[in-house]
């Protein structure tokens, strides 16, 4: 039995507020803007952006988001996967997987494909299926690896 909760805050408008403090403390961006990409997402009147929480009681234990560009110059290889983290003590258990296999599921259902991310983690995301598309620059001028899923 799998003691973990995986679900869309679109379908779970109750966390948004603590999910966009998770976020924030995780990845450093400002809570405002977690907060303005989650409250569209509940609304869902387009279906990007998204926003995933995997739960365990009343706790976050990972997320990661849909929206439309990662911070990066090519504005036409959208949406991107973002901002996938799992708590460290939790992490080679499957979570990050089973998370990207439920937003590859979601987004389909949606009618979205590809999908796209960047990444460093090369290795992780080639594991479930993620191909090297290109380099892109990323809106600091570095270099960033784009990764591409076709899902449909």
Known sequence: MNPYDTTSL?????????AARW????????LEEYLASIDESIRGTDPVPQWYIVTE???IIAGAG??????HDRKDLTPN??????EPELRRCGIAGHLLKHICRDMAA?????????TEHTSFYERYG???LCMV????????????????
Do not use: T
Request: hydrophobic content about 40%; some cysteine.
């Open 10 to 18: 679109h379908a779970r408008p109750e966390w948004r507020i603590q």
């Open 110 to 118: 949606k009618g979205v494909s590809p999908l796209y991310l960047i």
């Open 81 to 86: 996967v973002c901002a996938l983290y799992v």
């Open 137 to 152: 620059m990323g809106d600091d001028g570095e270099p960033m690896r784009m990764y591409r899923k076709d899902i449909l």
């Open 66 to 71: 849909v929206i439309a560009n990662d911070f």
């Open 57 to 59: 009681g009343e706790r």
């Open 130 to 132: 993620w191909e090297y």
């Open 23 to 30: 976020f924030q403390e995780k990845w450093g961006i400002p």
